[in-house]
């Protein structure tokens, strides 16, 4: 069984930083892909940003310029700059691991909420 655990969220100023932080935990044999989705009320979960096992990544077109993705073994973090209030969202976690005893999966954390207003 694989856990993400998300941390780093809260309230934030427009213009302003947080950096999101994501650590899975389990019975990992290989982590593969890496990455950040975000749902805002109303709207369907959207892929902000995505690190792959070799280091190459792939941005939302609204973060890029502002966001950084960046991962350390099996944590995942989001370093998110010059933040607006259409950033408002709730923030998952997403990994693709492969286990001991399962194929590669993806598994999903638990969600943090980013919010963006003065």
């Known amino acids: 069984q694989v856990q993400l655990v998300e941390s780093g969220g809260g309230l934030v100023q427009p213009g302003g930083s947080l950096r999101l932080s994501c650590v899975a935990s389990?019975?990992?044999?290989?982590?593969?892909?890496l990455g950040w989705y975000r749902q805002a009320p109303g709207k369907q979960r959207e892929s902000v940003a995505i690190?792959?096992?070799?280091?190459a990544t792939n941005y939302a077109d609204s973060a890029k310029g502002r966001f950084i993705i960046s991962k350390d073994k099996s944590a995942v973090y989001l370093e998110m700059t010059n933040l607006r209030p259409e950033d408002t969202a709730v923030y998952y976690c997403?990994?693709?691991?492969?286990?001991?005893?399962?194929?590669?999966?993806?598994?999903w954390g638990q969600g943090i909420q980013v919010t963006v207003s003065s």
């Open positions: 997403y990994a693709n691991i492969g286990t001991y005893q399962v194929r590669p999966t993806d598994y």
């Open positions: 389990g019975d990992i044999l290989t982590v593969y892909d």
């Open positions: 690190i792959g096992v070799y280091g």
